[in-house]
């Protein structure tokens, strides 16, 4: 255990923070601290969606908004930095080193909590991406504090704790969740589950650098190649702007081509529900929900889907939720935006041809 | 090659209730299976064993009733099971979980030989943080891969191991040096069937149960309710949406007229959408 996480010593009395006793050396942490995903060249939104929420803590707190940045090359980070600052941080920590090029464990987690225990930030948002969830669960330990997981609302208590709310048990509760004798308190939040905040062209920050103080010979891992999902043919429904979807009210595997018609007209991406994947009508990467994939994309039509709440987890944060069902009861209409009581099998074929010859006729007057 | 496969049971539906009165979680008589992406992680535990030999043991936390979840996983074909039960780890959270597991993890170390590979899956269903993956590794110092969508090579005598790992917006190939945790992304693959011998053989396996005291925690105060920084302060029921779906009308109306509606309806709810769909036409 080389980083073996120090365990503080625990309030009197045991049962761990259900009082809030913060111990003397915690006291001094101050700050919300965003961590800034950069990777091939790109801030991930979600990092520039928590600066947003960072913001409203930090105003509450009445502190600064921070952000860390981690990457490989000094002069390729400055769009980034610029990035961060017009979307709300106050200070940027920068550590830039050729090792810190491709996201790696190691030297991610190495390089956080250094910057951490220098500095000590009382808030530290990750977005719950896969690198995000891969670091903060790493940094969490190598901290011994607490970590909340895909929060949905974040809020300061009037004793400046961070109350965390987050999904459990596939969306059916909801729960809220302090770290109260522990700094800083971590956090992890979905893509697209904050709004993204106004960017505001020239603000600017103070630049704080930090050295890495790692050797590539003491990493083991090596990154061997990446592969875009662009460059494959990957699936990409979970970045999907559009998806469409069918379930078991298709009724048979040739009508689920009525679903990949019309995605193709829209250049969406299509899924499905969990019995099309069981019944081998449809590949598994295909499936939304629970136990499949997380879409957020800006238009969801689902099309005989009866909206079970394991689906339904899967595709809330959808920006408009439009469903087809011949059902008038069916449980899907108390989360779609947009219901239409029909049969999908005449529905989908008409939207396809409708959004085709829209398509066509703008196309030819622009 | 020893693996480790560490499976949590879990309620076998998310339709999970609060309490009216006490505000707890009511789990009493909701069935409980092993959770599903702890599934892909012992079928590629278990092919890996097939082909280069060793012994897979699945690992759990819980109540005594997870013996159930551990006797299937034996059904499915593991060597061994270890029950890690009491209640010192009730109350646990992912930090205070991390630690027992890492512990027991040492302790099969010690017993049956030290794991090449521990498995977890991506996440649970019930608490669904995939924080305790990363939290073993860190703990027991394993090069940690998660997401992992295929293992690739595993060179034994040079002691590495390559992997595909879903990152973001793509694939990241991996090469590390064992002992790794990997945490094994859903639809890898496909569970088998056990055998009827091997269910046969799970019915009379003992499970070893092991307490806090066995896999060597002196210090209580780290493991359980009192080893967790973070407190659930308040489980709640979402409030539903108040406002259903709006119906769009459709009586009396052709497909036809009703998908011209639902278009022109969405263009109007969603500023960019119509937008968007012009530059794809124009782009094909
Ligand atoms: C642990 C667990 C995990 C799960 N994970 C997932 C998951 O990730 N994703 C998922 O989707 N499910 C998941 N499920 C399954 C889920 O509970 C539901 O069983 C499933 O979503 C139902 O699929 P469906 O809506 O296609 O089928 P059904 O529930 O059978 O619904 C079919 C619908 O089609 C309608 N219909 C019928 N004919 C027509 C027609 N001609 N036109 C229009 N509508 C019509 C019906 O009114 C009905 O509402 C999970 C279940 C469990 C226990
Ligand atoms: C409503 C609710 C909300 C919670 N929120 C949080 C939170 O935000 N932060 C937090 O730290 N804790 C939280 N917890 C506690 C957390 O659920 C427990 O720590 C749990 O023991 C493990 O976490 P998980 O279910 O999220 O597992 P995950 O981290 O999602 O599990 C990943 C993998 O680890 C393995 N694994 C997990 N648990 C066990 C086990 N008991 N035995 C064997 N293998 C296991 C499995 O292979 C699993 O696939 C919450 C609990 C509840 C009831």
Redesign the interface.
Same mark, same amino acid.
Do not use: W
């Given at each position: 255990?080389?980083?073996?996480?120090k365990?503080q010593a625990?309030p009197a009395g045991?049962?761990? #923070?259900?009082k809030k006793e913060l111990p003397e050396h915690f006291k001094a942490y101050r700050h919300v601290w965003v961590f800034i995903?950069y990777?091939?060249g790109h801030v991930?939104p979600v990092s520039l969606e928590l600066l947003g929420e960072g913001r409203k803590l930090a105003e509450k707190l009445d502190v600064e908004v921070v952000g860390v940045l981690l990457g490989g090359d000094k002069s390729e980070l400055e769009a980034a930095a610029t990035e961060v600052y017009e979307h709300g941080a106050d200070v940027l920590y920068q550590v830039a080193d050729p090792m810190l090029a491709?996201?790696?464990?190691?030297t991610y987690?190495k390089c956080l909590t250094d910057l951490v225990n220098t500095y000590k930030p009382e808030i530290l948002l990750l977005g719950a991406?896969?690198?995000g969830?891969?670091l903060?669960?790493?940094v969490?330990?190598?901290l011994?504090? #607490? !970590?909340?997981?895909?929060c949905t609302e974040l809020a300061i208590d009037d004793d400046r704790s961070l109350?965390a709310t987050r &999904?459990?048990?596939? #969306?059916?509760?909801?729960?809220?969740?302090?770290?109260?004798?522990?700094r800083p308190q971590m956090a992890t939040v979905r893509p697209r589950v904050m709004a993204m905040p106004k960017r505001e062209p020239g603000r600017t920050g103070r630049l704080i650098e930090h050295p890495l103080n790692m050797a590539e010979e003491d990493v083991?891992?090596?990154?061997?190649?990446?592969?875009?999902?662009?460059?494959?043919n990957?699936v990409q429904l979970a970045?999907a702007?559009?998806v469409v979807a069918g379930g078991l009210g298709l009724r048979s595997a040739e009508n689920f081509q009525l679903v990949k018609d019309l995605a193709e007209v829209?250049?969406a991406e299509y899924g499905c529900s969990r019995p099309l994947v069981q019944k081998g009508w449809v590949p598994?990467?295909r499936?939304i929900g629970?136990?499949?994939k997380t879409i957020r994309p800006?238009?969801y039509i689902a099309a005989g889907i009866s909206g079970a709440?394991?689906h339904r987890?899967g595709v809330e944060g959808a920006?408009?939720?439009?469903?087809i069902n011949s059902d008038?009861n069916a449980p899907?209409?108390?989360?779609?935006?947009?219901?239409?009581?029909?049969?999908a099998l005449?529905?989908l074929?008409?939207?396809t041809?409708?959004?085709a010859k829209?398509?066509?006729v703008?196309?030819l007057a622009? | 090659m020893q693996i480790v496969v560490c499976i949590k049971q879990v &309620?076998d539906s998310?339709?999970?209730r609060?309490h009216p009165v006490t505000n707890t979680?009511m789990r009493q008589g909701v069935p409980t299976i092993i959770n599903?992406?702890d599934l892909f992680a012992l079928e590629e535990a278990l092919r890996l064993r097939d082909k280069s030999g060793g012994e897979v043991t699945v690992l759990s936390m819980g109540p005594p009733m997870a013996e159930d979840s551990l006797r299937k996983a034996l059904t499915f074909g593991a060597d061994r099971a270890v029950l890690l039960t009491d209640r010192f780890f009730a109350g646990s959270?992912?930090?205070a979980t991390?630690f027992s597991l890492s512990q027991a993890i040492k302790k099969i170390g010690e017993v049956w030989g030290a794991p090449s590979i521990v498995f977890t899956g991506k996440q649970t269903?019930?608490?669904?943080?995939?924080?305790?993956?990363?939290?073993i590794?860190?703990? !027991?110092?394993l090069?940690?891969l998660?997401?992992v969508a295929k293992i690739g090579p595993i060179d034994r005598e040079g002691g590495t191991i390559?992997v595909e790992?879903?990152? $973001?917006?793509?694939?990241?190939?991996?090469?590390?040096?064992l002992p790794v945790l990997i945490t094994m992304l859903? #639809?890898t693959n496909e569970m088998r069937r056990g055998s009827l011998s091997a269910a046969l053989s799970a019915a009379k396996a003992d499970v070893t149960v092991w307490n806090a005291a066995d896999i060597g925690i002196e210090?209580v105060?780290?493991c359980g !309710?009192?080893?967790?920084?973070?407190?659930?302060?308040?489980?709640?029921?979402?409030t539903?949406?108040e406002e259903?779906? $709006?119906?769009?009308p459709?009586g009396g109306k052709?497909?036809?007229e009703?998908?011209?509606t639902?278009?022109n309806?969405?263009f109007s709810?969603?500023q960019?959408?119509e937008d968007?769909?012009?530059n794809?036409?124009?782009g094909q």
């Open positions: 255990m080389a980083n073996a996480p365990q625990r045991g049962r761990a #923070g259900m995903e990777e091939h991930h491709h996201y790696r464990n190691e987690t991406t896969t690198l969830r891969d903060a669960g790493s969490a330990t190598t011994a504090t #607490g !970590l909340t997981a895909d109350a &999904p459990t048990f596939g #969306g059916s509760l909801l729960c809220t969740i302090y770290t109260l004798n522990f083991v891992t090596k990154v061997l190649r990446f592969v875009a999902d662009r460059d494959s990957k970045f702007d559009i829209l250049g598994a990467e499936q629970q136990t499949g800006k238009l709440i394991q987890v920006d408009l939720i439009v469903a008038p899907i209409f108390d989360f779609a935006h947009l219901g239409v009581v029909a049969d005449e529905v074929p008409a939207l041809r409708a959004f829209h398509l066509s703008n196309r622009g | &309620p998310a339709q999970i609060v979680i599903p992406y959270d992912t930090l991390s269903i019930d608490g669904d943080t995939a924080q305790v993956g990363p939290g590794a860190t703990r !027991l110092n090069n940690q998660t997401y390559e790992r879903r990152a $973001e917006g793509g694939v990241q190939v991996l090469q590390t040096k859903e #639809g210090d105060t780290k !309710l009192r080893g967790s920084p973070t407190v659930v302060k308040r489980v709640f029921a979402p539903p949406r259903k779906a $709006e119906q769009l459709v052709s497909p036809d009703i998908a011209d639902l278009m309806e969405i709810r969603h960019t959408i968007d769909l012009m794809f036409a124009a």
